[in-house]
């Protein structure tokens, strides 16, 4: 019976910390309220574990990494076009997301996982059309973010 309580303690844990991680949606649209040709939300905050899940709401999307916008060790990723994708997010840092055939359009996420350690690296990464000034509004709405928390 005592051996039955402490494995009876560590199953309830670890179920406790499966059903932490959360799944969050974001959908890859024609129009949204921010536009055409986006994902919404754009700016997904994310904890370790947790999966994104892109939903081609509108047909013709993909989403995927842009190369140099991932935390050192993280794992590229590219959905195929037309199909939902869930990606498990385990690296904390700052991901920058993009449908292929509208990236040029400003079709970009970012999801941004724990402390994001690899910020200036991600700011740095050159960008082009559309995607340039969405990728700005981005920057400049998770930098909101930290003086709001910082002000707390």
């Given at each position: 019976?005592?051996?039955?309580?402490?494995?009876?303690?560590?199953?309830?844990?670890?179920?406790?910390?499966?059903?932490?991680?959360?799944?969050?949606?974001?959908?890859?649209?024609?129009?949204?309220?921010?536009?055409?040709?986006?994902?919404?939300?754009?700016?997904?905050?994310?904890e370790?574990?947790d999966?994104?899940?892109?939903?081609?709401?509108?047909?013709?999307?993909?989403?995927?990494?842009?190369?140099?916008?991932?935390?050192?060790?993280?794992?590229?990723?590219?959905?195929?076009?037309?199909?939902?994708?869930?990606v498990?997010?385990?690296?904390?840092?700052?991901?920058?997301?993009?449908?292929?055939?509208h990236?040029?359009?400003?079709?970009?996420a970012?999801?941004?996982?724990?402390?994001?350690?690899?910020?200036?690296?991600?700011?740095?990464?050159?960008?082009?059309?559309?995607?340039?000034?969405?990728f700005?509004?981005?920057?400049?709405?998770?930098?909101?973010?930290?003086?709001?928390?910082?002000?707390?």
């Amino acid at each position: 019976m005592r051996r039955t309580i402490p494995l009876a303690a560590a199953a309830m844990l670890a179920m406790t910390s499966l059903a932490a991680a959360a799944e969050i949606e974001v959908k890859m649209l024609n129009r949204g309220t921010e536009g055409v040709m986006v994902f919404e939300p754009a700016l997904v905050r994310a904890e370790p574990g947790d999966t994104v899940k892109f939903v081609a709401t509108d047909k013709g999307h993909n989403a995927e990494t842009i190369k140099g916008m991932l935390p050192d060790g993280a794992t590229a990723f590219a959905g195929k076009n037309g199909e939902d994708v869930s990606v498990k997010f385990e690296q904390p840092g700052v991901y920058g997301i993009k449908c292929l055939p509208h990236y040029g359009m400003g079709m970009v996420a970012m999801v941004v996982v724990g402390t994001p350690g690899n910020l200036d690296q991600a700011k740095a990464v050159p960008q082009t059309g559309k995607a340039k000034q969405v990728f700005a509004t981005l920057f400049a709405k998770l930098d909101a973010g930290k003086t709001a928390e910082a002000g707390k």
